[in-house]
């Protein structure tokens, strides 16, 4: 290939590779404009007391089905507004995904009922610990770890995915299934942030081996 062509096939890829990105540029903020209006929606609609998490809009109905912050879809309600928040940087959107949030505390000092306290508290709290740096928020996850640190099972290596009976189980076992997968970057992350407890050992048993 002459070098002419060369050029023109490089000052063709540059083209085609510029405009696409002006493309992205030009579909993304309406796509997250248009999220931010959904969000404010839902909003508006949600009850003044728990259980006040929107989950999912059931067969049938046309409007959301609620739940409380025990259900392990808890946090993807407070995660959103947090995404908002970070898009918008309106601090209303900021008060609001703080406050659901925090609806979710309970479960960094309970005993664990389940592994899914790791997406259910990160994107919660730890999202507002990445764009606020509060220093409760990382508190509350430290915590969080601890809590389900206790799910570690040393002679398994694994994360008890279900410490109590549940549908289509046989019981007792260690069972563990492939979302615990979800929860390991909060463990991750405590093990380089102060945790204690499993949380210090587990990043070590699931290292990919030579």
């Excluded at 949030?101 to 919660?124: N, V, W």
């Amino acid at each position: 290939m002459s070098l002419s062509r060369y050029s023109f096939v490089l000052i063709l890829l540059i083209f085609l590779f510029g405009f696409t990105l002006n493309q992205d540029r030009i579909r993304v903020d309406p796509a997250l404009t248009y999220c931010v209006q959904q969000a404010a929606k839902t909003a508006a609609s949600l009850p003044p007391t728990q259980p006040n998490l929107p989950r999912n809009v059931l067969n049938g109905k046309t409007s959301w089905n609620y739940i409380s912050y025990k259900d392990w879809t808890s946090g993807f309600w407070p995660g959103t507004l947090w995404y908002v928040y970070e898009y918008t940087k309106d601090p209303r959107w900021k008060a609001k995904a703080d406050s659901f949030s925090r609806e979710l505390t309970p479960l960094a000092y309970q005993k664990a009922i389940d592994h899914d306290l790791g997406f259910q508290m990160y994107c919660s709290f730890g999202n507002g610990l990445r764009l606020t740096g509060n220093p409760d928020y990382k508190k509350i996850l430290l915590a969080t770890a601890d809590t389900l640190s206790t799910l570690f099972n040393p002679k398994v290596g694994t994360i008890l995915s279900w410490p109590r009976s549940v549908p289509n189980m046989e019981w007792p076992q260690h069972n563990t299934i492939m979302d615990n997968m979800i929860n390991l970057e909060l463990l991750f992350w405590a093990s380089k942030n102060g945790g204690v407890n499993a949380c210090t050992t587990w990043p070590s048993r699931t290292r990919r081996p030579p």
